[in-house]
């Protein structure tokens, strides 16, 4: 028996909240819904929280519905008000070129073939040429200012103080689900849980403007054990860009997820079945140590968006720099990413191992490093050390590399300087 996608998302605890669930579910057994999420290109690249947004647009498009993935040229210009205070806007050539960056990473998850194929559209194709008069009137009218105060992003801002443009940003993105009902036949919106009064004012907006019922599903926000959150505006963002966060780096994240997220991040960020899910979380209980799910975790999310190769490259890089495997084999790059994870430091030519070592944070003094040297416990390049005095320079890798190791799980870089 075919699980209702609806099910699975809540069996995986992808729905944090929804519209009239029984109509929703209706309407999803009914025949192919055109559903759409939207993303702000307010940074260059997207991050781990958009990647949940796409997967479940991946999961609604493989139960045989149609999605619209929409890149905000218009609202991206704008900008969602936080909490925290008003954005800096960006200039219209930035956003333009952040709207087509971002256009390329959606585009590798979900698919444009067959009878529900995919299609990225743009708001800026249908906001450009509409003048003041027609929004305040045909937009505008629909929205009771006392309602727009309620939402709690207006009212915690309100003592510090909100522009009118980031106050009048849930009418640009209303609008949105509006022109994608009257153009595509839109019944349902998709997005973060922290989107839902914009998502729902949408919702509101087509049942004004066109008396029509439309639906509505946020996903929860991703958190870690301490209920923190990962996000570029708390400086932990998990970027999607490998020119932002290496592939390396990030399968390092998702490896380090904790115990008690590890399992749920499984159901939310990957296509196991929940069964085999279910078998992985039994396995890791009974042997911890060996971090079962982590690893699987890291290899499922990390070849989605890096592909099978930046998966092999990071497992070697992790055995290699502790001897594993063999450093010589690792692309620089790779080694680079490892290295400046681990914690990598510049060096001039002619360092000592005893001051590399403690340059790079493995030993707290100098006096320390020789020891562990005397008591065979220092390593470069994973061959242990028995000349303190020894320089780095004769042992650098590509890229001037060198992997220092204190005993087995202490591990940094140097970065010897050309002259």
Known sequence: MTTHVLDDLEARGLVAHSTDRDALRADLSAGPVTYYVGFDPTAPSLHMGNLLQLLTARRLQLAGHRPLILVGGSTGLIGDPRDVGERTMNSRETVADWVERIRAQVEQYVSFEGDNAARVVNNLDWTKDVNVIDFLRDIGKHFPVNRMLDRQVVASRLESGISYTEFSYVLLQSMDYLELYRRYGTSLQTGGSDQWGNITAGVELVRRAEGAKVHALSTPLITKADGTKFGKSTGGALWLDPEMLSPYAFYQTWIQAEDTKVVEYLRQFTFLDLEEIDAIAVESAEKPGLRI???????????????????????????????????????????????????????????????????????????????AVKEGGAYVNNVRVEDPDETVDRHTLDGGLVVLRKGKKSVAGAEVERA
């Open 293 to 371: 799910a982590q690893r699987r975790l890291a290899a499922e999310v990390t070849a989605m968006v890096h592909g099978h190769d930046e998966v092999r490259a990071a497992e070697q890089a992790s055995a290699a720099l502790f001897g594993r495997a063999e450093l010589v084999d690792l692309p620089t790059a790779t080694l680079r990413a490892a290295l400046s994870e681990a914690g990598l430091v510049s060096v001039p030519a002619g360092t000592t191992i005893v001051d590399a070592l403690t340059a790079a944070g493995l030993v707290d003094s100098k006096s320390a490093a020789r020891r």
